[in-house]
């Protein structure tokens, strides 16, 4: 499975338009990390002027993943199981409403994380991968990308375990699907596509990633069409 490797504190690639900025929507991030020596951020929708205007994905020095969302303070959907350590990973966020947010890490429901402490983000101007890409610039990924996909839709438990197992994205609420990179080792340039043709990402720094999957039958799922 390819991918983008962030390896720079400076790496991302960033959408400036063609997403949505409220919910519900669902987000789904195939990625994983070669450290927990700090705290990273695999996906944000962020507004750039500030720090405390998103949604994200944060990953914990203790190897828990963390669904965020921020207006002025920080709430969190706090999974309680962890990554393992360069294998690729699928983490499901699920924004339902302004009350309502779910993160699910690898199909693994038991341990998933809720929060119904009410947050609504204003002035999201950018979905970015790699860092938390808002004014602070920070949280690098020290890792992989491997592709992703965004529902305009609160996706239901049979398919967020569906996408967890490497379901294609493009066959999962089609309807829905509003964004799908399937893969960030495929770009075009400095480009990597978005194949619904909404938001495509440009990349600043960073370098394809041939890493294999080591959960061979999930591997196939984000690449097809």
């Known amino acids: ?49 500030t720090t405390s205007q998103n949604w ?9 993943v963390w669904w965020n969302c921020a207006a002025g303070s920080t709430v969190q959907a706090q999974c309680t199981n962890t990554v393992t ?15 309502d947010r779910t993160g699910v890490l690898n199909g693994d429901f038991a341990n998933k994380g809720t929060n119904t402490t009410s947050r609504v983000p204003t002035g999201v101007n950018r979905l970015s991968f790699g860092m938390k890409d808002d004014s602070s610039a920070s949280n690098p990924l020290s890792g992989v990308v491997h592709y992703a ?44 596509p978005d194949r619904r043709g909404r938001a495509p990402l440009t990349i600043n720094l960073g370098q394809v990633s041939a890493l294999a999957a080591r959960r061979g039958a999930r591997a196939a799922g984000g690449v097809a069409a």
Not at 6 to 28: E, Q
Not at 85 to 99: E, I, K, M, R
Not at 153 to 165: H, M, P, R, T, V
């Open 149 to 192: 996909a965004l529902w305009g839709a609160a996706l239901d438990d049979a398919e967020i375990k569906a996408i967890s197992a490497g379901a294609v994205p493009s066959r999962v609420r089609p309807a829905s699907l509003l964004s799908y990179w399937p893969s960030f080792g495929r770009h075009n340039g400095s480009v990597i």
């Open 85 to 99: 350590l360069n294998v690729p990973q699928y983490f499901v966020g699920v924004a339902v409403s302004d009350v």
């Open 1 to 49: 499975m390819s991918g983008w490797l962030f390896d720079n504190a400076s790496a991302y690639a960033r959408a400036t338009t063609g997403f949505l900025t409220v919910p519900p929507f669902t987000i789904l991030c195939v990625f994983q990390t070669s450290s927990l020596a700090a705290t990273q951020c695999p996906w944000v929708m962020a507004a750039s002027g």
């Open 56 to 64: 994200r994905i944060q990953v914990n020095t203790d190897g828990t």
